[in-house]
């Protein structure tokens, strides 16, 4: 199979051609016991559960277009490969964290990775009403092993040098956030749509000059200020949960970037579904446990980065000889505090960002979308545009998570 020229595997097609497979077979049985289906449920690629005598696995294909949109949208085969090499890093960085990969093959820019059964994706799952105990220190965590261990805090520089390297070869996914996450939302590009009753706020914020301006000066700093390796698509859509279990789950938007990307585009994500909730009943206590979710990923992911940062500094940057090992661990400390600052003002106009992304541009969510009711869902959806615009230009003025938490529910 590894000779053969790439092409979409079928529910049909897929035990011929993967049941030689010593790695599917050990973890499935034989091939002619496999059932097949497919779930993608995703924007972009082919996603089929296989389910054997022994077990189950995912496959997961890259197409060579935008599945969302179809064949006039090519799409390179290759995100495959950047989402293997993420995959690979992220299970190094925080074990245990995403689906444990069983084979690559990058000519059938294919993943067999481990199934995930009975987990469901987070945002539908939010939308239920349903609790997860341990969801942001578990998301928290996540992004500070990830992004600490992927940056020259950590890695050595050769190391990290080269990692930068492979993943700027990922410019067409790179490309997409560029346009979808930074600009379209701000003028009437073609693919874009919202709810019609959002005309007036649409039309302020397109009218918005110095609104626009701090979008592209995140858009430089996403462009430019290489931290470390991103997940890229860090939503509530890729994380899967069963319980108290959470796994991520889709990285093949990882690049190099600033780590507020991941911290802003996630808290967003919970940010919007907490606007979205009155759309989906009585969930005043569902929006505060919601809330207490942003809490928890912002406490956790600066508790554990400090951890690393005391424990792990073993990259270029800020070496112990010039601090601890000069008696000035306060210096160190004090430097620790700035590098959090940074981060959390980026995620702050990151999240903002993403509020408009969601509402204005082509990838909606579906706890807006869901909300059957336009006039109501209008409203809810205005209240993230609004809380959107507040997070873009107020980065300086929110000073921390509690602030951050009141001026949500003061808006919603
Ligand atoms: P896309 O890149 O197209 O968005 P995803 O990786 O997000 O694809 O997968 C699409 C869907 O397939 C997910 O929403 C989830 O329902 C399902 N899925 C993906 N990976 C797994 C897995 N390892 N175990 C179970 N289900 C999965
Ligand atoms: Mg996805
Ligand atoms: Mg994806
Ligand atoms: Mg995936």
Request: proline share 4%.
């Amino acid at each position: 199979m590894m000779q053969d020229p790439y092409a979409p595997l079928t529910v049909e097609t897929l035990p011929q051609r993967l049941g030689d497979l010593p790695a599917l077979r050990d973890r499935l049985g034989d091939a002619g016991t496999w059932q097949v289906r497919e779930v993608g449920d995703g924007n972009l690629n082919l996603v089929f559960i296989v389910e054997g005598e022994a077990g189950g696995l995912v496959v997961k294909q890259a197409l060579p277009y935008v599945r969302l949109v179809g064949e006039s949208w090519p799409l390179p085969l290759r995100r495959s490969f950047f989402e293997y090499h993420a995959l690979r890093r992220q299970d190094a960085r925080d074990p245990g964290s995403v689906p444990e990969v069983i084979h690559f093959d990058e000519a059938q820019a294919l993943i067999v990775m481990e199934y995930l059964d009975g987990h469901i994706i987070l945002r539908r799952s939010l939308i239920e009403g349903n609790r997860h105990e341990g969801l942001g220190e578990f998301l928290g965590r996540f992004c500070a092993r990830t992004l600490f261990r992927g940056s020259d805090l950590s890695m050595s520089a050769a190391d990290r040098k080269a990692d930068l390297a492979l993943f700027a070869g990922n410019v067409e996914l790179c490309d997409i956030t560029e346009a979808l996450v930074f600009t379209e939302p701000y003028f009437d590009a073609p693919l874009n749509r919202h709810t019609p009753a959002l005309d007036p706020i649409v039309r302020d914020l397109r009218a918005d000059a110095a609104l626009k301006i701090e979008a592209q000066r995140l858009k430089a700093a996403f462009a430019t200020r290489a931290e470390t390796m991103l997940h890229g698509d860090l939503h509530t859509g890729s994380v899967m949960v069963q319980g108290d279990r959470a796994r991520v789950i889709d990285p093949e938007f990882a690049m190099y970037g600033p780590m507020g990307f991941d911290v802003g585009m996630l808290m967003a994500n919970f940010l919007m579904a907490h606007c979205a909730q009155p759309g989906h009943g009585d969930r005043a206590d569902h929006q505060e446990w919601i809330l207490s979710v942003v809490r928890a990923i912002w406490t956790n992911f600066t508790a554990e980065f400090t951890h690393l940062w005391r424990t792990e500094r073993t990259g270029m940057l800020f070496p112990r000889t010039l601090f601890e090992d000069q008696s000035q661990a306060w210096a160190a400390e004090s430097a620790r505090e700035r590098w959090l600052g940074q981060v959390w003002r980026d995620a702050l106009g990151i999240a903002g960002l993403e509020c408009h992304r969601r509402i204005l541009g082509l990838a909606h969510n579906a706890e807006f979308e869901r909300i059957a009711d336009e006039g109501l869902r209008a409203a809810c959806e205005a209240k993230a545009l609004v809380l959107g615009r507040a997070l873009l230009m107020g980065q300086g003025d929110i000073a921390g998570i509690e602030a951050l938490l009141g001026l949500t529910r003061s808006i919603s």
